[in-house]
């Protein structure tokens, strides 16, 4: 049996080793929508549908961000997804790892970008 409250696609992440909620329950609903939607892609569905939905809600976010991520859990993040950046090739998965460490950075022009690079790559 699946647990529908919390799907595999939601629990810790290659990257960060963290469950999405650990980190999305400290940011506004449409930054936390958007986080979700770069967690799961490619773990869940089509990743470019998750993308899109990502960049959907990247585009709505609020100004300014009321974002309110503890600073220790930020720099265990960021350490963390820089180490797992560093290993893999630029492909659409590393693009959503990082852009959720922007959102994470609170740099989400830098985010939104990324998700629109991904989506045009893997439009290709």
């Known amino acids: 049996m699946t647990d529908q409250i ?3 696609h939601y629990r810790a992440h290659p990257a960060f ?3 999405c ?3 999305t329950k400290f940011m506004d609903f449409t930054t936390g929508n958007a ?10 569905g089509d990743a ?3 993308l899109r939905k990502a960049h959907w809600y990247l585009e709505q ?3 300014p961000n009321i974002s309110i991520i503890p600073q220790n859990l930020i720099d265990t993040l960021a350490a963390q ?3 797992y950046l560093d290993d ?4 659409a998965e590393w693009m959503a790892v990082a852009a959720i460490l922007h959102l994470i950075l609170d740099d989400r022009e830098t985010a939104k970008d990324m998700v629109q690079t991904a989506i045009q790559r893997e439009d290709n």
């Open 6 to 8: 919390n799907p595999a």
């Open 35 to 44: 986080c979700k939607y770069l967690w799961r892609s490619g773990r869940k």
């Open 17 to 19: 080793g963290i469950e």
């Open 48 to 50: 470019v549908e998750d």
């Open 21 to 23: 909620y650990e980190l």
């Open 88 to 91: 893999r090739d630029s492909d």
């Open 81 to 83: 997804a820089r180490l």
């Open 61 to 63: 976010l609020p100004s």
